[in-house]
């Protein structure tokens, strides 16, 4: 069994406003971690910005770890002063300006980590939010943090890019990507 999460907080980012009881569900697609039963999802604070975003947002997320190799980090984060990369196509630009989200914080007890380097943590019983908030400005949100938001025609290349080297990624909703571009 893993460990509960530390001290941080734990939340789930719905496009309702109307949750009152988390019940546990099987994951949509089939998930790295293998985590095929029916659980809850939270998502650590730290990581929230991952989720700022249309829940049908395709993205590629990023960030350094320790042991990231320098060469990676200065190709793929380039010369940001963010330590997180959230890069999104550029077509969602509009629904990313009009879509308002709920963020919902959940009790950290009874949640064990699923994959700490994303920020994933999963309930195996019912959970009841402590509180919501509607979030309308999701831009704005995701200036607050310590974020780059990349907007870019395709996500194909960064994402294989991103796979291929030393940085912590998620890649979220990446089935409502465009289709990858064919090389003749």
Known sequence: MLPEPAAGRLFHVSDRPDITLFEPRPPASPHPQNVI?????GIAERLLHNYLLPRHCPRVTFY???DSDPADVARLMGQTAARHVVAVESGWLNAIRQTTLYLYE??????VASDPGAGYYVSETTVM???????????GQLARRDVELRLTPSLWPLRDAVLASTLQFSFIRMRNARPRERAD
């Open 37 to 41: 039963r029916p659980v809850v999802w």
């Open 64 to 66: 350094a770890r320790p």
């Open 106 to 111: 959940l009790p950290s007890r009874g949640f």
């Open 129 to 139: 939010p402590l509180f919501v908030c509607r979030v309308d400005d999701l831009l």
